[in-house]
């Protein structure tokens, strides 16, 4: 009787493996090609429409608290532009298709709103051939276009765009703006922070700073941690710390026992730490806000009648600074 029972199991599990068995069609290799490269020019075209939107909202900060950035203050107009061949190696193949990008003339990629830029007429998709009656490069094409506008200061620019096959001249008049950079990188991490020479924004902010006043917030702390030089005080208390610690650990070293420096890092730790508490205390005391600035260009300009920039009383700023 046993055994009968295990013929019985063994042969249903035998005809079971024996039923059909459900498979996919397989898939041309061109049809996986093409699904692949429309995934990364929809990849490109999200991260471009972040970037104009962060780059928006950011030129509009940085003009309308230019006062505060001192020695870093510099001419700018409020738009970005390249060729394929100047844009980042990564985004080369795909460039033309997903954003229209030309690869003999610089392409007009984004315009800040009331920019210098907008203010002329130029808009996402034109063609700058000439500023001033200098052509404008194919390759390195932001970064000419950032060095002339800087040289050239508040003059205005003779800027020949060239709009569904027809040239047209445009006057644009620089502004000073903060001329430290605001980047944004894709990572799913919510965060943005500040190095010594520029300010970092994570995609995944702007997806949750509904609007732009909010996500002008994050630019505005950011942008005023570097404004205030917060970088070099924590480094000078973290050092601070590190020689109180390290004087301790050599005065027990004396004594003949040796403590692997361990004061030393954590009295640098707990520097850095008592930077970071001091600060959060005063931004708590002055949290920054929204405030409407007319939008006037720059001294002595007429107002442009467009929308208003913002304000942002920097965080930790003394009163003065807020308006």
Known sequence: M???????????????????ISKLPPLAAEDIEAEQRKQQVDQIRDYF???????????????ANRNDCKNRARAEIGLTAGTVESLPRKYRSFA?????????????????????????GIGAGDHLLTFNNEAVPRSGTAGWIRDFVRNNGERSIQVLVRRDGV?????????????????LITDSTLNAFTTDDKVVVHSSLLRIARTDAQLAIFVGHELA?????????????????????????????????????????EFGRAGQRAFSVASSA?????????QPVPATTSPGRKNSGGPSRWRIPTVFAPPQHTR
């Open 282 to 290: 005063r931004r708590t005391m002055s949290a920054p806000t929204m």
């Open 167 to 183: 040239d047209k001249m445009h006057t644009v008049t620089p502004v000073i703006a903060c001329a430290i950079p605001i980047q």
């Open 49 to 63: 429409a972040q970037r104009s939107r962060l780059q928006n909202v950011a030129f509009r900060v940085r003009v």
């Open 96 to 120: 033309h298709e997903a954003l229209s990008v030309s690869w003999s003339q610089a392409t007009v990629l984004s315009v800040a709103d009331t920019s210098p830029a907008a203010i002329a």
């Open 2 to 20: 046993r055994w009968d029972l295990k013929f019985l199991v063994a042969s249903s599990l035998l005809c079971a493996a024996c039923g059909p």
């Open 225 to 265: 941690h570097a404004n205030l030089g917060h970088l070099d005080k924590q480094r000078a208390n973290q050092l601070l710390g590190w020689a109180s610690g390290a004087a301790i650990d050599a005065g027990i070293l004396l004594g003949g026992i040796s403590t692997g420096g361990a004061f030393a890092r």
